[in-house]
């Protein structure tokens, strides 16, 4: 079974930082682009970013200079830096990776359960 499992959300003030990781796991033959979005209650799910294999990214606007995502190829891991955050940054966090799946050679998009950030005083 392939998946991706994220981790790092939590509380934290504003002005604050975290990291989050995201890490697939499985009989996975190759690893396309990767990328974070987020959910807040009661809005649509958005883009934060995405990181292609080769490491080129891009970013919402409203996330530039404040969050940079990174992945490590060999432990077929993304993550996310999030500086300055603001309580508007406050979403369920969700990762995304495309996967090559070994045996049937198949494309498939890897969606994790989602980690929680939320950015209070």
């Known amino acids: 079974q392939v998946q991706v499992v994220e981790s790092g959300g939590g509380l934290v003030q504003p002005g604050g930082s975290l990291r989050l990781s995201c890490a697939a796991s499985?009989?996975?033959?190759?690893?396309?682009?990767m990328g974070w979005y987020r959910q807040a209650p009661g809005k649509q799910r958005e883009l934060v970013a995405r990181?292609?294999?080769?490491?080129?990214?891009n970013y919402a606007d409203s996330m530039k200079g404040r969050f940079t995502i990174s992945r490590e190829n060999a432990k077929n891991t993304v993550y996310l830096q999030m500086n300055s955050l603001k309580p508007e940054d406050t979403a369920a966090y969700y990762c995304?990776?495309?996967?090559?799946?070994?045996?049937?050679?198949?494309?498939?998009?890897?969606w994790g359960q989602g980690t929680l950030v939320t950015v209070s005083s």
């Open positions: 499985g009989s996975i033959v190759s690893i396309d682009g």
């Open positions: 995304n990776a495309g996967v090559v799946v070994a045996g049937s050679y198949r494309y498939r998009e890897l």
């Open positions: 990181i292609t294999s080769g490491g080129s990214t």
